[in-house]
DNA sequence: ATGAAAGCGCTAACAG
DNA sequence: CTGTTAGCGCTTTCAT
């Protein structure tokens, strides 16, 4: 900037004027200055730009469990498609579920001087999350709510109602014993979302079957021998409600391997659903649209505009896949 | 940081000193400054250090098509692991595969003081990646090769290798009609793809019949389409090669609106590839490792260690899917 | 309409 | 072992 200012023959904060677009400057010396901006190839240094106070670095930091995970980079998606809307950059940093990483990540986005956090939270709880500890930087949950002593912005799934509308489907298509397989238990999403399973039979007037409830069965490996277990009950269910995308496949690899095939339900969508042999129900719903709406409560935010926390719901909406033939 | 020299009655210096586990300090002095550290909450400010001139900014870029998409996104995954590994973070922004946009993008990531950029490029050219608008900026081409003046450190797919394996599997089968459907003719992948295509060909001795090289047919209708056509030849084909995922997803759509179930190869693999009605074929790869490599690259690169551009090669492997039953 | 000086938070270079 | 000075690149007073 200093050179653009000797090459122009003007002061170094009249260059910044140019380059802010402030208004009071002189047409000509404006001219002059861009001139001198383009033969240097002259780029304004955003981190000495937000050095001073008041300046926003114009950076968001994302913590996930996994940017590599579908799911998670929609997220990611919807919020950079915010951010890049405002002139914003995405710092994305990925806590592999651990609670201790997690904390670190924050801490060093914290260092980095980001306007505003946007969380994937992991399992362990987030009382670290003080005021004085985020300095004035906002912070919003995404997919889960964050267990901490200040309440923060959030964006949900709908989870109860899908899993309600699912099982109500898998009910009204006649069964009337419908199992289900959860992963953790300790993770809010599955627990809505057996939740809404349970309001769907209450409702049905289905008297709830303990052994029909599948619950901590994480990853594909689980959900299968779990889908086995139900099955050696001396009443099986008569269709299967998958509480999330990874359970579903472990159960439809187990009934690959068996040759019985289930009416199944699941709360997520999955590519190539309508070419299974048997027909599935799913719950969709727009992973990038949570983004985008997270990190529009955090703009709002950081605006000023709103104060008090808010949650946002996304609605979600169920689907028939089955092959055509 | 002033604060806390204040507090642990100390010089800044003093206090950097001990923020940067420097040798000469006494342990007292240490430890005095670390409690005052405690107290006060303090967190250095990187934007401050990486001003200073020789020191890094901790930061890498990456510009991929789409965060969103799983094959971006897997490679992001493996950027970030290895970033985390040398204490960096990750800017991650979307092109959108527009031209003008990535180069934005980079614009963007260079004014915020990255110290290296991963790009997956779009189809544009990028004669623009000059060493004057870098500074200095180390740059690493993932997935496609950079075209530009100067060379880059590179990582890419076994593209033609793989694509060969996988139609000289079908030619194995007893094949001799191999229709491959292909996506936009100028991307790099895809022309890798049936160069492997042809190369399977020529080994067996199979005249190759331009009637059954669909290239051009992008988004999964326009492959659904292309097979349509393939199917009214007077000597349709007997198996197909699709050069990415999202052809394969509109050829089974097809396949599955028609009833006429055709053996398939695919370069990609995906889930539930071994739930369809017919056998598949599938080209697999590590694209987390990829990410990874690249990154790798630009840290000897960045370390000084490594001076000429090199090209790293990621293996594929060829797998059968099919169902158990 | 423009410039000079001061300082954001940090760290090298040089004292002491 | 510790402190002082200076300056990274920018922008905010406050003059002119």
Redesign the interface.
């Known amino acids: 900037m200093h050179d653009v200012a000797r090459i122009a023959g003007v002061s170094a904060k009249t260059v910044s004027r140019v380059v802010n677009d402030e208004p009071r400057v002189d047409p000509l010396t404006r001219s002059r200055v861009q001139d001198a901006i383009a033969t240097l ?1 002259f ?6 730009r ?2 001073r106070p008041g300046q926003s ?3 968001l930091g994302l913590v996930t469990g ?5 799911f ?3 997220i ?3 919020v ?2 915010e951010a ?1 809307r405002r002139g914003h ?6 806590s592999e579920e651990q609670p201790g990483r997690e904390r670190q990540l924050i ?7 980001i306007e505003g956090l946007l969380i994937v939270p992991t399992l362990g709880g987030h009382e670290y999350l003080t005021p ?2 985020l ?1 004035g930087v906002p912070v919003v949950a995404v997919d889960r709510p964050l267990q901490a002593r200040a309440a923060f912005d959030t964006v949900l799934l709908d989870n109860r109602y899908g899993a309600y509308l699912a099982v109500r489907q898998l009910l009204q298509d006649g069964h009337s014993r419908v199992a289900v397989i959860d992963g953790e238990s300790a993770v809010h999403t599955g627990s809505e979302r057996t939740g809404g399973y349970r309001q769907a039979l209450e409702e049905a007037g289905v008297v709830p079957d303990s052994r029909l409830l599948k619950v901590g069965y994480h990853g594909e490996e689980q959900s299968g021998s779990a889908l086995r277990d139900l099955s050696e009950l001396s009443e099986p269910p008569t269709a299967v409600f998958a509480t999330n995308n990874r359970i579903a ?1 472990g159960i ?1 690899r187990e009934m ?2 068996s ?1 019985h095939w289930l009416p199944l339900a699941v709360f997520d969508d ?3 659903a ?4 048997v027909p599935v129900t799913v719950v969709g719903y727009d992973a ?1 649209e949570m983004g985008r709406q997270a990190a529009e409560l955090l703009f709002e935010r950081l605006s000023g505009l709103q104060d008090t926390p808010r949650t946002h719901t996304i609605p979600v909406h169920l689907m028939r896949r089955f ?3």
Chains 1, 2 share one sequence.
């Open positions: 190839g780029r304004r240094n955003e981190q000495a937000s050095l670095s114009a950076l996994d940017v590599g995970n579908p998670y980079s929609a990611a998606r919807g950079e498609q890049q950059l995405l710092l994305t940093a990925s801490e060093t986005l914290l260092q980095h001087n004085e500890m300095g496949v439809l690959n391997r040759g999955f590519e190539l309508d070419m299974l042999p990038v092959r055509a033939t």
